[in-house]
Structures are given as structure tokens and as C-alpha cells.
């Protein structure tokens, strides 16, 4: 019978996969319900996701990162230092991709 590994850096790990996997789920969940209905606010969703405005306004700059990123961080292949808080750390990405990816260190 298979059984997971029981060390502990494997589940921090693995919890900071998930983190960040949830953070990019939530980002782009927003940004779909702003492109719905435009005559939406940052402060009304804001109220519903129980946040403050500014978080929104960061969660939607996470929904541009470049897709190979994003499809190698729900496939495991970034970076150990590439966590949710990373991400969130400054949100005021460049527009283009392979700026993002060498500011990731995705390259």
C-alpha cells in the first residue's frame, strides 16, 4: 500500500502549494465577477469576500500573471520561494511575461 511521506517539510510544503494555488483560484474568480458586472466595486466585493478593498485591488493584479506560471504553480514546478505570501508581497507586476518570469526566477 502507497503511503505519503510523513516528514514535515513535505506538509509545509504542500500547504504553501495549496496557499498559493488558492490565492490564484480567488484572484481570478474576482476578476471574472468584475468582467460579469462591471457596475461592481472593489469596496462591495470587498464587503462580501470580508477583506479590505486594497487586497481586492491585489488579488486582481495576481489574475495577469503570465498563464505558464500560473499552470506551473498548480503543476508544482516553481520554485520553493514562490509561496502565497511571495506573491502577495508586491502585486505591481510588469506587464509583460517574461518580466514576471524573470522576477519569479521562472525562467
Known sequence: MFSRPRKAFATVWKGRR????????????????LLQDPSLTLREI?????????YVSR?????FLAPDMVT???NG?????????RLMEDTRLPLEWK???E????L
Open 46 to 54: 470587498a464587503a462580501e469576500e470580508g477583506v479590505v478593498s486594497s
Open 99 to 101: 518580466a514576471q518570469r
Open 59 to 63: 488579488l486582481i493584479r495576481l489574475s
Open 18 to 33: 495549496r496557499a498559493a494555488e488558492r490565492l490564484l483560484v480567488r484572484a481570478h474568480a474576482i476578476r471574472a465577477r
Open 72 to 74: 506551473a504553480i498548480f
Open 77 to 85: 514546478r516553481h520554485p520553493a520561494q514562490l509561496t502565497a505570501n
Open 103 to 106: 522576477l519569479f526566477c521562472l
